[in-house]
C-alpha cells in the first residue's frame, strides 16, 4: 500500500498563510502589533520626507489667539479661512496646541502631535476590531491609507481629534463603560459637529444597553458637557455661538466637493437637491432603526415608542438585562459605524478631512456584510484611489459615493442573527 503524499513546502506555506490571515493559528495574534509597528515607522517617514501642506493650521491659531488675547464673541472670531465655526471644545484643544508648538509656529512638533494622534487613534481601532472579532487578514486595511495619513500628519485637521474620540467612544461602549463613553463621544461632537451623524445610532445603542432611565441619564450629561465648555461664549453672545459653532445653513462651496461633483454645480447648489438628500438621510435612518438597530429588544418598534412618549421605561428590569446583555461589542462596532457610513452617503458635501471619519469604518463594514475578500479590498482600494483624486472629477466623485452606497446596502442585506423575543437563551442566562 502506498503512502500518502506528504503536501508541498508551497502548500503547506499557503495553508499557513490563509490560517494566520483567518485568526487560526497563534501567529495571528502577532498581525495588529506588526502592522502597529509599521505604521509608526510609515508616520516618521511622512513627517521626514513630505513637504508639510498649509491649509487651516494657521486659521486655526489665529483664531485661537483672538480667544486667548479674551475675545469670546463667536461672531467676532476669524482666520484667514473666514469666522470661526467650530463648537468650542475645538477652541480648547487648539488652545493647548497653541501653547505647546509656540503660538502655532512650531509646524515640525505640531506634525508630530498628529502623528501621535494617529498612532492613539489606530491603537483604539484596532483594539475595538479585535474586540468585535475581527480576522486579521482585514488590519492591513487600516494601515494602507495614503489619504489618511496625509489628513492626520501633513494637514493638522480638527477631524482628526473628532475622529479619535468617536473611536475613543466605541471602545468604551464596547467594554459597557456607558458613562465615559458617552462623555468621550459629546467632546468630540463638541470638537467638530460632524459626530452628528452618529448620534441615532448612539441614541439606540444606550437605550438597550443602558436601559431607559439610563440613556436619559447619558444624554442629559451629553447635553450639559455642551453647555459647560460652551459658557464663556453663551455669555457673551449666546446666538452668535449657536449659529456659528452648529451652522446648519452654512453655504458650501463646489469646488471643494469630493462627493458631488458628478452632479454638477447648479443641482450641487439647488434647494431641491439638498432636501432630498435630507429625506433619504432620514428614511434610511429610520428603516434602519426599526429593522436593524432596535432588533436585539426583541419587540416591535410600536412597543419600544410607545411608553418612551409616556416618559415609561419600555422594558421591565428583568427585560432590561436581558436587552443590554445582547448589546455586545459587534453590536456597538456595526450600529455606530452604519450610520456614520449612512450620514456620509447623504452628506450635502464631503471634503478630503471627512475621510478620517470614513476610512476606518469601511473595512469592518465590508467585512461585516459578509462579502467575499476579494471584494472587500476592491472597493476598499476604489475608494481609497478616489479619495486621493484631487482636484475631485466626475469619475472620482461618483466612485465615492458608489462605494458609500454600496457599503450601506451590503449592511442592509446583511442578515442579522434571529432574536428571540425577551425571554433567556442559555448562554445569556449563564452570562446574566
Not at 486621493?388 to 457599503?407: D, E, R
Request: overall charge positive; some cysteine.
Amino acid at each position: 500500500m502506498m503512502a500518502s503524499k506528504e503536501p508541498s513546502l508551497a502548500s503547506q506555506a499557503i495553508t499557513l498563510a490563509f490560517d494566520v490571515a483567518n485568526g487560526r493559528n497563534a501567529l495571528s495574534k502577532l498581525v495588529p502589533p506588526a502592522l502597529f509597528i509599521l505604521d509608526a515607522v510609515l508616520c516618521a517617514l511622512v513627517i521626514w520626507k513630505i513637504p508639510y501642506t498649509e491649509i487651516d493650521w494657521k486659521a486655526y491659531m489665529e483664531q485661537v489667539a483672538q480667544y486667548v488675547s479674551g475675545e469670546h464673541d463667536y461672531t467676532a472670531i476669524k482666520g484667514g479661512t473666514g469666522p470661526l465655526v467650530y463648537p468650542a471644545a475645538h477652541v480648547y484643544t487648539y488652545t493647548g496646541l497653541y501653547y505647546l508648538t509656540d503660538e502655532g509656529t512650531n509646524i515640525l512638533l505640531a506634525q508630530k502631535i498628529f502623528a501621535g494622534l494617529y498612532m492613539a487613534t489606530l491603537a483604539l481601532v484596532m483594539a475595538c476590531y479585535s474586540k468585535a472579532k475581527v480576522p486579521p487578514y482585514v488590519f492591513p486595511l487600516l494601515v494602507l491609507s495614503k489619504r489618511l495619513h496625509s489628513v492626520f500628519m501633513l494637514r493638522c485637521f480638527n477631524d482628526c481629534f473628532a475622529a479619535f474620540f468617536l473611536w475613543l467612544a466605541i471602545y468604551l461602549f464596547q467594554r459597557r463603560m456607558w458613562t465615559v463613553g458617552a462623555l468621550a463621544y459629546a467632546w468630540g461632537l463638541g470638537i467638530k459637529m460632524s459626530l452628528l451623524l452618529v448620534l441615532p445610532a448612539i441614541g439606540a445603542m444606550l437605550l438597550l444597553g443602558r436601559g431607559f432611565w439610563g440613556s436619559l441619564q447619558c444624554a442629559g450629561l451629553m447635553a450639559n458637557l455642551q453647555l459647560l465648555i460652551a459658557m464663556p461664549f453663551l455669555q457673551e453672545n449666546p446666538s452668535g455661538y449657536v449659529s456659528k459653532a452648529f451652522e446648519f445653513t452654512r453655504v458650501f462651496f463646489f469646488k471643494w466637493t469630493v462627493n458631488w461633483r458628478f452632479i454638477g454645480e447648479d443641482v450641487f447648489l439647488s434647494k431641491p437637491f439638498s432636501l432630498t438628500l435630507l429625506a433619504m438621510h432620514a428614511v434610511v435612518l429610520v428603516w434602519f432603526i426599526t429593522t436593524k438597530w432596535l432588533k436585539p429588544a426583541g419587540k416591535s418598534p410600536i412597543a419600544i415608542l410607545a411608553p418612551m412618549l409616556q416618559l415609561q421605561s419600555p422594558f421591565s428590569p428583568p427585560e432590561e438585562r436581558l436587552v443590554a446583555l445582547r448589546v455586545t461589542p459587534e453590536y456597538v462596532m456595526t450600529t455606530i459605524l452604519s450610520a456614520n457610513v449612512i450620514g456620509l452617503l447623504f452628506a450635502r458635501t464631503l471634503h478630503y478631512q471627512f475621510y478620517s471619519l470614513l476610512a476606518w469604518s469601511t473595512p469592518y463594514l465590508l467585512w461585516r456584510s459578509g462579502t467575499h475578500p476579494v471584494v472587500q479590498y476592491g472597493l476598499w482600494a476604489a475608494q481609497e484611489w478616489a479619495w486621493n483624486v484631487f482636484p475631485s472629477t466626475k469619475i472620482s466623485s461618483g466612485v465615492v459615493v458608489s462605494v458609500l452606497a454600496i457599503t450601506v446596502g451590503m449592511m442592509a442585506r446583511q442578515k442579522d442573527e434571529n432574536v428571540a423575543p425577551l425571554a433567556y437563551t442559555a448562554r445569556e442566562r449563564k452570562e446574566a
